[in-house]
């Protein structure tokens, strides 16, 4: 079992930037590909960045360039570096574990709230 706490949302200009982290229980978080995701306001949640335990990163195209998503297994904790914000970014921001040999987000945090204002 992952217990995962998200922290750094916020309101932020466009143009700005914000770190997202997202702290996990347990001892086999390096173990884990993480992955964080958001849901706007009427849309469904999307992907926005992964990380695997190899620490090989993934991006939705719309964040490629401006977001950008790290890990430091030491502390059990995963992040989103979200430069150049647009007011579309604005989402509940969830990050996400996905256990070794499962093809699934098993684990979910509780989101947190990033608005970026025009």
């Known amino acids: 079992q992952v217990q995962l706490v998200e922290s750094g949302g916020g309101l932020v200009q466009a143009g700005g930037s914000l770190r997202l982290s997202c702290a996990a229980s347990g001892r086999a978080f390096s173990t884990y590909a993480m992955g964080w995701f958001r849901q706007a306001p009427g849309k469904e949640r999307e992907f926005v960045a992964g990380i695997r335990r190899s620490f090989i990163t993934n991006y939705a195209d719309s964040v490629k360039g401006r977001f950008t998503v790290s890990r430091d297994n030491a502390k059990n904790t995963v992040y989103l570096q979200m430069n150049s914000l647009k007011p579309e970014d604005t989402a509940v921001y969830y990050c996400?574990?996905?256990?070794?040999?499962?093809?699934?987000?098993?684990?979910w945090g509780q989101g947190t709230q990033v608005i970026v204002s025009s």
């Open positions: 996400a574990a996905q256990p070794p040999g499962v093809n699934s987000y098993d684990y």
